[in-house]
């Protein structure tokens, strides 16, 4: 089983649903960290989080929300969600100062 | 804010070659990891290389290899004898040790072999 966990895979919804994406972890992880991968952009960051009770926005957080429930889990919703938000989406976990990222196998977002 | 900067979007070489990837950062900072990441068609990410920047020497991985120039902020990475299997999205990627400590990512670099 995967060290980090993401569902769904992939999502198709239409413009203005509400949608959750879940990210669990195994590998004992204070940090958390939701990326964004979009063409020509890289990886672009969402909201992390330093432990269960530390939340910040990173340099994409409009139009996003973050639920840390516990250590291994990281939510991200999508509150209404919008075309332009159409991106592969990465969960990911780190040690305190390592840097080194463990990344989920992503979740592919289509928004109608 | 750091950033990282990947000028090839595209780059396409023969097996059994040698291609070397560019990437170049800005930060004021002294004490700082790099890496560089790889993405398969698979879309896994998978970590390739790191390099310490207090660490004169330059990371290897087997056939990976890196350049880090830190003075003029530059860290490329090298792929000797590249193989089909090294076909994938590469990105270099900066953590401040002393700041946010948050991994910034440059844009990447397809390759094709």
């Known amino acids: 089983d995967a060290d980090v966990t993401q569902t769904p895979r992939n999502r198709i919804t239409k413009t203005g649903k509400r949608i959750m994406l879940e990210c669990s972890q195994t590998?004992?992880?204070?940090?958390m960290y939701w990326y964004r991968q979009d063409p020509g952009l890289g990886l672009r960051l969402i909201y992390y989080s330093f432990d269960v009770k530390d939340i910040n926005k990173g340099e994409i957080s409009d139009g996003y929300s973050v639920s840390r429930q516990a250590q291994a889990k990281f939510s991200l919703s999508l509150e209404s969600a919008i075309p332009n938000q159409t991106a592969l989406y990465f969960c990911?976990?780190?040690?305190?100062?390592?840097?080194?990222?463990?990344f989920g196998e992503g979740s592919r977002l289509t928004v109608l | 804010a750091q950033t990282v900067t990947q000028s090839q979007p595209e780059m396409s070489v023969q097996e059994a070659e040698t291609v070397t990837l560019s990437c170049t950062y800005d930060t004021s900072e002294n004490n700082y990891y790099l890496f560089w990441y790889k993405q398969p068609p698979s879309r896994q990410m998978i970590l390739v290389i790191r390099q310490e920047a207090y660490k004169q020497q330059n990371a290897t991985e087997n056939r990976f290899s890196v350049n880090f120039q830190k003075a003029a902020k530059s860290f490329s990475l090298k792929i000797s004898d590249s193989q089909l299997g090294d076909t994938a999205m590469y990105f270099c990627a900066f953590f401040s040790i002393q700041g946010a400590q948050k991994l910034v990512f440059g844009q990447g670099t397809r390759l094709t072999i």
């Open positions: 990911a976990t780190s040690e305190v100062n390592t840097g080194e990222l463990f």
């Open positions: 590998k004992g992880h204070d940090r």
